[in-house]
């Protein structure tokens, strides 16, 4: 019944188009691509787009279409690993918040709310100045930092849910509590988790390519669409493919997930109009 409101959503259906077309293209890269993404050859630096260079060059000769496509794995590995942490952490944090309550409750609440007072990207900012620029280090200081309303929304639905009748029962079988926890209480909040994934993993690629524009994500050589657009901001009058094209995936793939976020919602909503 989910999966057939799901397709009723237009948006969403559009959403997933667009969504499994990137994908599918990204992941193709090595059998698509015409060079290598990091190949230089200056004498062919800001080249038009041809039969030999479909979207042209940058600056240093390389590719565009070839940087375009492993940027595009690059991006999105990057904001789902990204979304894994962010929602691993929230997930723990507010069940065992919303189970236990009381000064458990109390102090990782203060400490999510004290978390979301400050600016994330001027923190993350501040903290990627004192971390080694990596792959890994970018996909840690996004979750790490993007966890909060996962956990407020999980809480929410532990306190709901934790003194229904079957988790009673299952109390009174003898059984513990992080097997109330996650055996009897999470998988009744999974369905408004689906959304928020979606939500996540679109907020996660946003913040990637956010922090690769100011030069402190993904680092050079290795392309994003974030530093793709760092590398073209100089040089957009000249060459404004450079910048147009990243942007627009990134646009492409945001808007994608949030359609999609939001076919999940209310798919999985008992309390939406079937449309």
Same mark, same amino acid.
């Given at each position: 019944?989910?999966? &057939?409101?799901?397709?009723?959503?237009?948006? @969403?259906?559009?959403?997933?188009?667009?969504?499994?077309?990137?994908?599918?293209?990204?992941?193709?890269?090595?059998?698509?691509?015409?060079?290598?993404?990091?190949?230089?050859?200056?004498?062919?630096?800001?080249?038009?787009?041809? @039969?030999?260079?479909?979207?042209?060059?940058?600056? =240093?000769?390389?590719?565009?279409?070839?940087?375009? !496509?492993?940027?595009?794995?690059?991006?999105?590995? =990057?904001?789902?690993?990204?979304? !894994?942490?962010? $929602?691993?952490?929230?997930?723990?944090?507010?069940?065992?918040?919303?189970?236990?309550?009381?000064?458990?409750?109390?102090?990782? $609440?203060?400490?999510?709310?004290?978390?979301?007072?400050?600016?994330?990207? =001027?923190? /993350? +900012?501040?903290?990627?100045?004192?971390?080694?620029?990596? #792959?890994?280090?970018? #996909? !840690?200081?996004?979750? +790490?930092?993007?966890?909060?309303? %996962?956990?407020?929304?999980?809480?929410?639905?532990?306190?709901?849910?934790?003194?229904?009748?079957?988790?009673?029962?299952?109390?009174?079988?003898?059984?513990?509590?992080?097997?109330?926890?996650?055996?009897?209480? $999470?998988?009744?909040?999974? @369905?408004?988790?689906?959304? %928020? *994934? %979606?939500?996540?993993?679109?907020?996660?690629?946003?913040?990637?390519?956010?922090?690769?524009? *100011?030069?402190?994500?993904?680092?050079?050589?290795?392309?994003?669409?974030?530093?793709?657009?760092?590398? @073209?901001?100089? /040089?957009? &009058?000249?060459?404004?493919?450079?910048?147009?094209?990243?942007?627009? !995936?990134? *646009?492409?793939?945001?808007?994608?997930?949030?359609?999609?976020?939001?076919?999940?919602?209310?798919?999985?909503?008992?309390?939406? #109009?079937?449309?």
């Amino acid at each position: 019944k989910a999966w &057939q409101r799901f397709r009723r959503h237009r948006l @969403a259906m559009v959403g997933l188009a667009m969504f499994a077309i990137i994908v599918a293209v990204t992941l193709a890269a090595p059998l698509i691509d015409r060079y290598p993404p990091n190949e230089l050859n200056l004498k062919d630096k800001f080249q038009p787009p041809s @039969a030999e260079h479909w979207l042209g060059t940058d600056r =240093v000769g390389r590719d565009v279409w070839s940087r375009t !496509l492993h940027g595009g794995r690059v991006s999105l590995a =990057v904001g789902f690993s990204a979304a !894994l942490v962010s $929602m691993s952490i929230g997930i723990v944090l507010g069940a065992l918040s919303g189970f236990y309550g009381g000064a458990t409750d109390m102090l990782i $609440m203060r400490f999510t709310d004290v978390l979301m007072t400050f600016p994330r990207v =001027v923190i /993350m +900012l501040t903290v990627a100045t004192f971390v080694r620029q990596t #792959i890994v280090n970018v #996909i !840690l200081l996004i979750g +790490l930092f993007s966890w909060m309303g %996962t956990a407020r929304l999980v809480r929410g639905q532990v306190l709901s849910l934790r003194e229904e009748q079957f988790v009673l029962a299952a109390r009174s079988l003898g059984a513990g509590s992080l097997t109330l926890i996650f055996a009897h209480v $999470m998988p009744s909040v999974i @369905a408004p988790l689906l959304a %928020t *994934l %979606t939500f996540t993993i679109s907020g996660a690629i946003l913040l990637e390519s956010g922090l690769s524009f *100011l030069g402190v994500g993904i680092p050079l050589p290795t392309p994003s669409w974030g530093n793709m657009l760092h590398n @073209a901001q100089e /040089m957009v &009058q000249h060459a404004p493919m450079l910048a147009i094209l990243p942007g627009l !995936l990134i *646009l492409f793939t945001v808007i994608s997930f949030n359609y999609i976020g939001d076919g999940v919602r209310d798919a999985v909503d008992p309390r939406s #109009i079937q449309r």
